[in-house]
């Protein structure tokens, strides 16, 4: 199956800082990608979709001016936490998708811990 | 909330034996699809059911889908220790491409 790669795999950064988390898709080129959060024990909830030369487009309740995604080609998309707080600590994980009716590959995630 | 429900929502059992884990969802659906997630680990993709099929399987995973109760579920046969992980369902509509988890299941398998 296609591979998809985060780095980092974790981070720890003080509180006020910003992170930047890579999603990229390794042998394909992926039309969208989709960024999750997951807190300990719990489901992976949607935040955002991201398509290559637009806009994200962010769930209901994710602040897009806190959590800044951008998808520079086919084969990378950025998330950055801005001004992170220990309440972003959290797991993210990314997919990738040659579109609607084909599979979503999944990242191994990225491990943020803010202090 | 459009998240699906999984029950049970954690699952204890003995090498040997079947798991049997349940997915509700609330919206009509394309696809349902069932990963793996190993602890503190991305997803494994385990199966894909479309809409206008009943049953699937592959190797040990037997997956059921019944669209007028807006549920599936998912079977492990002859479960082994490597199998402990979280299950999660996941549903995407026809209109978009999004997926919607289910709350998953915590399935541990005793060796």
């Known amino acids: 199956g296609a591979v998809v790669s985060q780095h980092p795999s974790w981070v720890i950064c003080k509180s006020g800082t910003s992170v930047k988390i890579e999603c990229r898709s390794l042998d394909f080129q992926a039309t969208t990608m989709f960024w999750y959060r997951q807190f300990p024990k719990q489901s992976l909830m949607l935040m955002a979709t991201s398509n290559e030369g637009s806009k994200a487009t962010y769930e209901q309740g994710v602040e897009k001016d806190k959590f800044l995604i951008n998808h520079a080609s086919l084969t990378l998309s950025t998330l950055t936490v801005t001004s992170a707080h220990p309440e972003d600590s959290s797991f993210y994980i990314c997919s990738a998708t040659l579109g609607s009716s084909y599979e979503q590959y999944f990242g191994p995630g990225t491990r943020l811990t803010v202090t | 909330s459009q998240q699906g429900e999984e029950d049970p929502q954690a699952l204890s059992i003995q090498e040997g034996e079947n798991a049997t884990m349940n997915c509700s969802y609330k919206?009509?659906?394309?696809?349902l699809q069932w990963y793996r997630q190993n602890s503190g680990r991305g997803l494994v993709h385990l199966i894909l059911?479309?809409?206008?099929?009943r049953e699937k399987h592959s190797g040990r995973l037997r997956v059921t889908l019944d669209t007028s109760k807006k549920s599936s579920s998912l079977l492990i046969t002859a479960s082994r220790a490597a199998d402990t992980a979280s299950y999660f369902c996941a549903t995407d509509r026809y209109d978009t491409d999004k997926l919607i988890f289910g709350t998953g299941t915590r399935l541990q398998v005793f060796p």
């Open positions: 059911i479309r809409s206008n099929e």
């Open positions: 919206t009509s659906i394309n696809n």
